[in-house]
């Protein structure tokens, strides 16, 4: 059995002890080092090239998000980042997650064994799953390796393949080897119209006889012409930022609120907090029939800034997101997302009203599901029942809620992340008749988990690599 190698980063000699003993506690790792800032991580790291790193979000000399963005630029190494629960520590943990960082956990409280165990059990489990994956993308490449040398040798064997001259001809087979023809060229002795290099699409002379076959021919070519320049030009569109796209929703916001607190002064009962549109996109309450719900885990908050940050202000749909994550972080994560999203992106609370082009989080430790209510608006319910695939908030839950309102258009997403949350869920769903389904492809994900389980289900229409999942989303949607 293998033994991988740990490197131990915390200024706290205690926390480094405590980190190191719950990971030893574990025979397949090791902890080879240990490191008290970030300046003395890097070195080791590239001395000792460990196998996967856990490192402290904020030390002295150089903290954690700086450190960690040093050691990808040298090498790639799983790192595990331990986080405290203080602002400034849990927003570095979402901009570590952004800058390449495998997972993290929150560091344990050293006044509670429980939570000690629990931690130690989660960082193990962080471990082998980034060890695992790894594994498996060495594997896959040393396949897809051997596939092109399998298909360069038979291309290499095709070509070197040649007829023997000494066997007798009978059926002409033989023909002699000669330069293309060029156009207009006579054949001469022992070559033939075999031989002759013709081009894909042949130019067919302009004459009173054969026009119309010509327009016939090329008509479809220039119709498939047109179709691909406008659907470039589409796309170009929705990738092409727009300009100051947070001063034009503050404006709007800024607009919208005025109106709101107009109408509140004439209505002192009215709550203007879960009401006011929060950009140009937001229309009025349940004024949509479409709506999206992504689900992931880990790598998922790179991944959601990847999607999101693609996503139009003017989408004309809400978006649920679950992403598994501890209380508190997944407003750090809001926030963080909103920063770069046209769209609104909120953690979710319970009671609001749903809203096209706005994003909501799912907040931790509560099951986040969507609501109808008696006088038809869509709104948001927050749970804390049991763990579900053992998550709260969880993507099964979120889509189960989804399953009796056929009078949305659901467009859901899995990206990323360990297990199988959502799979299960999403096939309901597909066998109710949702075909707007899509995953993420192993290629693109930090941990091809989550969507490979709905794929072995065959419940995904489109299995994209995450770049491309945004435009074709926004296409399904629009």
């Known amino acids: 059995m293998a033994v991988y190698q740990v490197l131990v980063v915390d200024d706290s000699a205690f926390m480094r002890k405590i980190v190191s003993d719950l990971i030893e506690a574990d025979s397949e790792f090791k902890v080879t080092a240990t490191a008290s800032n970030g300046k003395e991580a890097i070195q080791k790291a590239k001395d000792l090239k460990p196998d996967v790193i856990t490192m402290d979000v904020e030390m002295p000399e150089m903290n954690g998000l700086d450190a960690l963005k040093s050691i990808m630029k040298q090498s790639f190494v799983p790192v595990i980042m331990l986080s405290g629960i203080n602002e400034q520590g849990m927003k570095e943990t979402i901009m570590a997650l952004e800058a390449g960082a495998f997972d993290f956990i929150r560091k344990p409280s050293i006044v509670h064994d429980q939570d000690i165990a629990q931690v130690g059990k989660a960082l193990v489990e962080r471990m082998r799953a980034a060890m695992d994956e790894i594994k498996r993308k060495a594997d896959r490449e040393a396949s897809m390796k051997k596939r092109d040398e399998a298909q360069s040798k038979l291309l290499q064997q095709s070509q070197r393949v040649q007829v023997d001259p000494s066997l007798p001809d009978r059926k002409g087979l033989l023909k002699k080897t000669i330069e293309p023809a060029q156009p207009g060229t006579r054949l001469g002795s022992g070559q033939t119209e075999s031989l002759r290099a013709k081009p894909k699409h042949p130019t067919i002379p302009l004459t009173k006889q054969n026009t119309g076959r010509l327009d016939k021919k090329q008509e479809p070519l220039r119709d498939s012409n047109r179709a691909s320049d406008a659907s470039n030009d589409k796309l170009a569109k929705l990738n092409k930022p727009t300009q100051s796209p947070k001063e034009k929703r503050l404006s709007n916001i800024s607009r919208l609120a005025e109106q709101e607190t107009a109408a509140a002064s004439a209505d002192p009962s009215k709550d203007i907090s879960k009401v006011i549109p929060s950009h140009k996109g937001a229309g009025p309450e349940g004024s949509f029939n479409k709506l999206v719900a992504i689900g992931c885990s880990t790598g998922g908050p790179r991944a959601l800034k990847t999607l999101l940050e693609q996503l139009p202000g003017d989408l004309p749909?809400?978006?649920?997101?679950?992403?598994?994550?501890?209380?508190?972080?997944?407003?750090?994560?809001?926030?963080?997302?909103?920063?770069?999203?046209?769209?609104?992106?909120?953690?979710?609370?319970?009671?609001?009203?749903?809203?096209?082009?706005?994003?909501?989080?799912?907040?931790?430790?509560?099951?986040?599901?969507?609501?109808?209510?008696?006088?038809?608006?869509?709104?948001?319910?927050?749970?804390?029942?049991?763990?579900?695939?053992?998550h709260r908030p969880s993507v099964d839950t979120m889509f189960e809620s989804l399953l009796p309102y056929t009078s949305l258009q659901r467009h859901l997403v899995l990206l990323t992340g360990m297990g199988s949350d959502g799979a299960r869920m999403m096939k309901k769903l597909y066998e109710a008749g949702v075909t707007s389904t899509f995953a993420e492809n192993e290629e693109t994900c930090v941990v091809y988990g989550m969507p490979r389980s709905a794929v072995e289900l065959q419940c995904v229409h489109h299995l994209l690599p995450l770049q491309e999942i945004a435009p074709k989303l926004v296409q399904a949607v629009k």
């Open 317 to 390: 749909a809400p978006v649920i997101i679950v992403q598994h994550m501890p209380p508190n972080f997944t407003r750090s994560l809001a926030q963080r997302l909103n920063t770069f999203s046209e769209l609104h992106v909120v953690e979710a609370e319970e009671g609001m009203v749903l809203r096209k082009g706005t994003a909501y989080i799912a907040p931790g430790g509560f099951h986040v599901k969507v609501n109808k209510t008696a006088d038809g608006r869509f709104t948001i319910k927050l749970t804390e029942e049991e763990p579900v695939n053992g």
